[in-house]
């Protein structure tokens, strides 16, 4: 994903160092690799490859990692602005 | 214990074609359960996945030869990431799963092997302590899962990196283009209506003449904004979508007036320009929520930068559009 990138410096991500254990899950299942464990601390290595997935927060058995994504996608989101202009509910059309 | 084939069927090959171009993507299910590939032991393998039908082919053909267990969690029909950034393919859903086929009972080991894009959903210290079972996260992509498998359940830093290919990105076009539906039959009946509106109130050739310019245009913007942007897009410079589809989009909206030129005023030209790039321009921001590397905050972020920006100049294209015939 080197060749794919997007906005720099809004995700959400965040690393709390002083809890974390060292246990490596975050650098096993983040899909765009961000993470490594150096000296038995993870490290974030490419803070603006992260998707906001959450599976790395998930997965934090000492709860060091949080991440809050917001709504979703963009027809999501569209349908969120426009229920508030409408007043009625939103339906879900995302997958 | 129901046993599936790891060959799909012709059947299987052809609903997955339909389900690609979009229809009944949102009702093609499989039972969720426990199911066997080959003949597995109390010592082979378990493999979890979602109950969509798509990701349970998927599966099923890479365990082509491997005797395993298939573990189908209820995810209501919709695939591993999807699903896990639902909570749909959850810590809870995996524990319902084990307990309901009693897998404890049924293999002698005490490891599941999940998706990686499930962790999204899945805490795995929280499996481990609900039923006993330690979660390995296989590769993102089942079709590392029988070299996954066969190295001793270790991936590769290539199986755990997700990959957004031009094929990848192909195989999303006709998806895209289906889901358009129904807003886009409104925007082509407006399209008509409004380019009848002229000095002599409604004019019926104007419709047809102008109507079809304008369809093109729409059309052309659909096809800059849902096929070009997926197939381009790593070659397509900035960081934000909405200029990679204005930009493709610009050249869509060329190509449409000048095939239009001999029925299109200046005005007309250039409120169609407008049209065809905004389209292009949306449809790329939308192209977002289907790529596996735009955040969530960063497309909120773009959002809110360019949806007024086009929303102002699709009424700009409209006001001149609709003027235009009383200009002559």
Redesign the interface.
Known sequence: ?K??????G???LKLDKDACVGCG?CQ??????IFEVQDKKAVIMDFD???????CA??C?ADAISVT??????????AV?FSKLTGKKVESI?? | MPRVFSKLSLRDWRETVTIRIGYGRYDYKVVPGLYCVGNPTADSPVIVTANYKLTFDMVRKELDGIDAWLLVADTRG??V??A??KMLFSTDEILRSVYTSRLGEIVSHRELILP??G???????KVKKGCGFKVV?GP?WATELAEFIKNGNTAD?AM?????TLKQRAELIPVELFILGKPLLIIIAAAFLLSGIGPDFFSLNAAWTRGLAAFCATIFGILAGNMLVPLL??KLPW??FSPKGALLGIGAGIINIILFASVLGTGESLALLIWTTVVASYLA?????S?????????????RRV?PIQGVATLLALIIWIAAPFMS
Do not use: K
């Open positions: 994903m060749d794919l990138r997007y906005l720099e809004v995700a959400t899950m096993t299942v983040c899909p765009h690799r490859a992260c998707m906001e997935c959450g599976a998930q997965n058995p994504p917001g709504v979703g996608c963009a027809s999501y989101l569209m602005w995302c997958c | 919709i695939n990431w999807c896990a950034g990686q894009l962790a999204t959903g899945v805490a795995a210290h996260y993102v830093e755990r990196t997700v990959t957004f897009l790593p960081r934000y921001v939308n192209f977002t929520g790529t596996p590397f735009t955040s969530p905050t960063g497309v909120e972020t773009e959002m949806i």
